[in-house]
T-cell receptor, first 116, second 111 residues
């Protein structure tokens, strides 16, 4: 099966600029996650969608980050304006069902963001 | 919320030796514990997982043990090979969406 697709792979922007990341989950996967992985740390959940509804966005910095999953398939994560501390790898993951006990996470290759 | 702590942060072993990585968690509601391997510049990949109704699970050279009473679980890799070199992450989940990851262990297997 095709994996989780993300683009771009790399992005370099200056602080205060805007950036958007795109994710296409595995076909048929209802749940989609965006994680932020700062160098040397484990992934931190930013937002979770179940189909096109938000399940958890408690750790999303809503003053600058936004995400949407129109039609319950692809998703876009946006940062506006970016700060230096946003430099990280942004990982998208999907799972077949919300009940992860039976459907583990499948990760994309991530987008490495560098804010200068 | 859940707090997952992982130790050690780095681990260096000789090829053929065993490696053990330990994680503790705080939320007694957590009942699903996956382990991910992340090679440099690549995506995290699930290598093994364990559910709370099982104390130990083995898959070839990899095993995971779980002690629910003490709230800790461990990854054991036997007969390590250079290709096992990577960063390993543990995670805990209540089985309903919420994943919490450890900070990772960088394993270096020396030939």
């Amino acid at each position: 099966e095709a994996g989780v697709a993300q683009s771009p792979r790399y992005k370099i922007i200056e602080k205060r600029q805007s950036v958007a990341f795109w994710c296409n989950p595995i076909s048929g996967h209802a749940t989609l996650y965006w994680y932020q992985q700062i160098l040397g740390q484990g992934p931190k959940l930013l937002i979770q969608f179940q189909n096109n509804g938000v399940v958890d966005d408690s750790q999303l910095p809503k003053d600058r980050f936004s995400a949407e999953r129109l039609k319950g398939v692809d998703s876009t994560l946006k940062i506006q304006p970016a700060k230096l501390e946003d430099s990280a790898v942004y990982l998208c993951a999907s799972s077949l069902r919300a009940q992860v006990l039976n459907s583990p996470l499948h990760f994309g290759n991530g987008t490495r963001l560098t804010v200068t | 919320g859940e707090n997952v702590e992982q130790h050690p942060s780095t681990l260096s072993v000789q090829e053929g030796d065993s490696a053990v990585i330990k994680c503790t968690y705080s939320d007694s509601a957590s009942n699903y514990f996956p382990w991910y391997k992340q090679e440099l510049g690549k995506r995290p990949q699930l290598i093994i997982d364990i559910r709370s109704n099982v104390g130990e699970k083995k898959d070839q050279r990899i095993a995971v043990t779980l002690n629910k009473t003490a709230k800790h679980f461990s990854l054991h890799i036997t007969e390590t090979q250079p290709e096992d070199s990577a960063v390993y992450f543990c995670a805990a989940s209540d089985g309903f969406n919420k994943f919490y990851f450890g900070s990772g262990t960088k394993l270096n297997v020396k030939p």
